[in-house]
């Protein structure tokens, strides 16, 4: 295993580290994280306890992911991202439960995006800058806004914008061949494939 954390970074005891790890400037993982082989972690993250970060994925400069996110492959997570894991924050609940995240593969979140907890961002999904998730996103879909809200599917590679009712099966593009490293194009295939197979394939 090898990975490089940065003297000023701060990765607790119980961490798992895949190979080819990078940990910033101040960043700060507490145990049992769980950082999957060629992950990016930038400057000023914090990474909180049990978080899961999959093979593959860049964690931009001061992003906080909170204990019940977990973030699958080949996932962005921009600037300044902000998730959150309590549905009823108030100080003094004795009955305080974390609430689930889930970026599936190839999702990407814009700059200074806010994610509430207990939604899932599908598989290649894109979140817009500064966009308030509140609600579940399917595959292949962009949303933006305050409240985030479906504007469009998207390609693969995040170059083009399609119809958002257009079939699932069209998301593959010529810019995606060119655009993608080959292992990312192929996780997007056998997504596309497997939404194919689904009697709904477009997005109600």
Not at 41 to 68: F, H, W
Not at 178 to 201: C, D, F, Q, S, Y
Request: glycine share 10%; aromatic share 6%; with cysteine.
């Amino acid at each position: 295993m090898t990975a490089f954390i940065h003297p000023t970074a701060v990765v607790e005891p119980g961490v798992s580290l895949g190979d080819d790890v990078k940990i910033w400037h101040f960043s700060h993982v507490r145990n049992n994280a769980v950082i999957g082989s060629h992950v990016s972690i930038a400057k000023d993250v914090y990474v909180d306890a049990n978080v899961t970060i999959g093979e593959g994925s860049r964690i931009q400069n001061g992003v906080n992911i909170y204990n019940g996110v977990k973030i699958s492959r080949w996932c962005f997570v921009g600037p300044a991202v902000v998730f959150t894991n309590d549905m009823h924050p108030r100080v003094g609940r004795n009955n305080w439960q974390i609430t689930p995240t889930m970026l599936e593969d190839g999702s990407s979140i814009g700059a200074g995006a806010i994610v509430r907890c207990g939604v899932t961002i599908g598989a290649f999904a894109m979140v817009g800058a500064g966009a308030v998730v509140t609600k579940d996103i399917p595959p292949f879909c962009l949303v933006t806004g305050v409240p985030a809200d479906l504007s469009h599917r998207i390609c693969a590679c995040g170059d083009q914008v399609l119809p958002l009712m257009s079939w699932v099966g069209d998301v593959i593009l010529s810019c995606c061949e060119k655009n993608l490293e080959p292992e990312v194009l192929k996780v997007a295939r056998n997504i596309v494939e497997g939404l194919k197979k689904h009697p709904l394939n477009k997005v109600a």
